[in-house]
């Protein structure tokens, strides 16, 4: 019987059914997942670091669960009140909070190296590259897209405001960053930083305290 | 010395570009092309529109092709380190703190608070691409596009990178 199942787990993993949870990987298994989750994400992101945050999501949280839902949009929140570009900032702590150190050289390499180079080589190459309309129109192809993976996480945002801060104060602060955000044009940055102020130094309701 | 003006350059951009790599293009510019006079100005924006049009985060692809033209492999990477070190150093610092303190109410407050401003923002940014999309091919392919994309993604939950790809090869040959 005890054979029989551990035959059974062993054929599980060849055929990648059940997978080790990340956290059990062995160190090459995770650096490998880390490079392929960023090499994938910078590779695929056609119009710049933003759009690579939905693909990030998808490779990190859904594909390896290297992290919860939770704890990526953190690492998306604090970066996007810092300054500099949000796909480094990303692959880089991310990196650095599954695989340490070497977990973050090696997201950043993944993620920014393999375009880098291409640039270099596309640029160098051939002096005469102002005709690239091919590249042109497999951009324009890819931009609406990426708007359906961001419009998706958009509407994922939304139902987890409401789950976890009900349909009043998730309202509120959203109706807020509505009107600061984009009517008022306030940078994201700030009104980041003053919603996580206010998170860290509103009373604590007794309820929220036992929990 | 040259490598030390390049880490300027790109630094300047990397800790003052609010808002990621897009938002430090014109300060990126404004370095190379006014400050340094490594480039002319069509030079940079013929640079930019290949950088735009191939895939991966903007500022890093502009740090190291100029940091390549201006002082070889080296250079490039310079600029590379001077682009993404300063801000990943802040954001680990930050979010190591944070880590510390996770179990206290405030700090699982933190991330419910922003949840409602993220969506905001990634609401802003579909919007962008959706404008950015009908501006270069117009509503009904746009629109036919995402329909098909929306199917592919959510419905039959194929993984991006065939998406993307089949996107690739429609916009290579159609747009």
């Known amino acids: 019987m005890a054979v029989r199942i551990q035959e059974e787990m062993v054929w599980q993993l060849v055929t990648k059914k059940i997978s080790i949870p990340f956290e059990q990987k062995g160190l090459i298994h995770k650096?490998?997942?880390?490079?392929?989750?960023?090499?994938?994400?910078?590779?695929?992101?056609?119009?710049?670091?933003?759009?690579?945050?939905?693909?990030?999501?998808?490779?990190?949280?859904?594909?390896?669960?290297?992290?919860?839902?939770?704890e990526f949009s953190d690492v998306l929140s604090i970066g996007n009140t810092l300054p500099g570009p949000i796909a480094t900032k990303m692959a880089g702590y991310i990196g650095y909070r599954v695989g340490g150190w070497l977990g973050l050289i090696n997201a950043l390499i993944a993620t920014v190296l393999p375009t880098v180079v291409m640039m270099i080589i596309l640029l160098a190459s051939l002096n005469e590259f102002k005709d690239f309309d091919f590249v042109k129109g497999m951009t324009?192809?890819?931009?609406?897209?990426?708007?359906?993976?961001?419009?998706?996480?958009?509407?994922?945002?939304?139902?987890?405001?409401?789950?976890?801060?009900?349909?009043?104060?998730?309202?509120?602060?959203?109706?807020?960053?509505?009107?600061?955000?984009?009517?008022?044009g306030i940078h994201p940055g700030i009104v980041i930083a003053v919603l996580l102020v206010l998170a860290l130094s509103l009373p604590i309701k007794k309820k929220e305290e036992k929990e | 010395m040259v490598y030390f003006q390049i880490f300027l350059a790109f630094f300047y951009p990397g800790i003052l570009g609010y808002g990621g790599g897009p938002a430090s293009i014109p300060l990126i510019e404004h370095e190379v092309v006014d400050k340094y006079d490594w480039m002319t100005t069509s030079e940079f924006s013929e640079v930019l529109a290949l950088g735009n049009a191939l895939p991966?985060?903007?500022?890093?692809?502009?740090?190291?092709?100029?940091?390549?033209?201006?002082?070889?492999?080296?250079?490039?990477?310079?600029?590379?380190?001077?682009?993404?070190?300063?801000?990943?150093?802040?954001?680990?610092?930050l979010l190591n703190i944070l880590y510390r303190y996770r179990n206290s109410p405030r700090v699982k407050r933190l991330s419910n608070f922003v949840l409602p401003a993220i969506a905001i923002l990634l609401a802003d940014m579909t919007f962008d691409f959706f404008n950015t999309s009908y501006n270069a091919i117009g509503l009904i392919t746009t629109v036919l596009l995402i329909v098909g994309a929306y199917f592919a993604l959510e419905k039959y939950k194929l993984h991006p990178a065939f998406v993307i790809m089949a996107g690739l090869v429609i916009g290579g040959f159609f747009l």
């Open chain 1, 31 to 70: 650096q490998k997942d880390i490079f392929i989750a960023f090499f994938r994400s910078g590779i695929l992101g056609f119009g710049g670091g933003p759009s690579t945050i939905p693909l990030v999501k998808k490779e990190v949280v859904d594909i390896f669960k290297m992290m919860n839902d939770e």
């Open chain 1, 140 to 184: 324009n192809g890819v931009v609406p897209i990426v708007a359906v993976m961001l419009g998706v996480l958009t509407w994922d945002f939304l139902k987890k405001s409401k789950k976890i801060l009900g349909w009043k104060i998730g309202s509120i602060i959203l109706i807020a960053s509505f009107v600061a955000m984009i009517l008022l």
């Open chain 2, 56 to 93: 991966g985060p903007i500022a890093t692809k502009m740090a190291g092709f100029i940091g390549y033209e201006v002082a070889g492999i080296p250079g490039a990477l310079v600029a590379l380190l001077a682009t993404v070190g300063p801000s990943l150093v802040l954001m680990l610092i």
